[in-house]
């Protein structure tokens, strides 16, 4: 009696999930631009075996916070999510003094469809994913930015940046040496 079920293959490199690192954010938030630096590291390291996932955490203090965090789900929507974070990021003290006008015109210097993302502003078409993310961060101890959770360790980038991206190579390899 033959076995007509296929053979158990092991899945090739790029089909394997990645490991996912959660990187909770406000791009009003000075320490978020520094630690850009790691997220860029990092990503170049594991290339498409480590997801880096922005989830939105602003904060009260930060009046832009909560715009800017529905402008970079706009921009998600439009294919350029990082782009658009590290172009704001880069220039938080804009931020600060343009507001909405500003998020607008960094969409509109990526290429994105700059009226969309007016329209997303004001329709506020992405606020239910900011107070999800936000509620989450909330439920799971996040109380600054940045902070990272990956392989359900959370590491809070509020306090100090020092030696994180260490402790975050150390886990990503643990859970990728675990997958096989």
Request: proline share 6%; aromatic share 4%; with cysteine.
């Amino acid at each position: 009696m033959s076995d007509s079920s296929p053979a158990a293959v092991p899945a090739p490199e790029s089909a394997r999930p990645a490991v996912v690192l959660d990187v909770w954010c406000e791009l009003q938030c000075p320490d978020c631009r520094t630690a850009l630096a790691d997220v860029r590291a990092l990503r170049e390291r594991y290339g498409d075996r480590l997801e880096p996932r922005l989830r939105h955490f602003p904060l009260e203090k930060h009046r832009h916070a909560f715009a800017a965090a529905q402008a970079a789900e706009e921009a998600a929507e439009q294919g350029r999510g990082w782009p658009y974070v590290e172009a704001v990021l880069a220039r938080v003290g804009e931020l600060e003094r343009g507001g909405e006008p500003f998020l607008v015109e960094v969409a509109r210097e990526l290429g994105l469809d700059s009226e969309e993302f007016d329209t997303a502003l004001i329709d506020g078409r992405h606020i239910l994913i900011v107070d999800a993310d936000q509620a989450e961060g909330k439920a799971i101890g996040v109380t600054g930015t940045p902070t990272y959770v990956i392989g359900g360790e959370r590491l809070d980038g509020g306090k100090s940046q020092e030696g994180l991206r260490e402790r975050i190579e150390e886990i990503a390899d643990r859970l990728l040496a675990e997958q096989g």
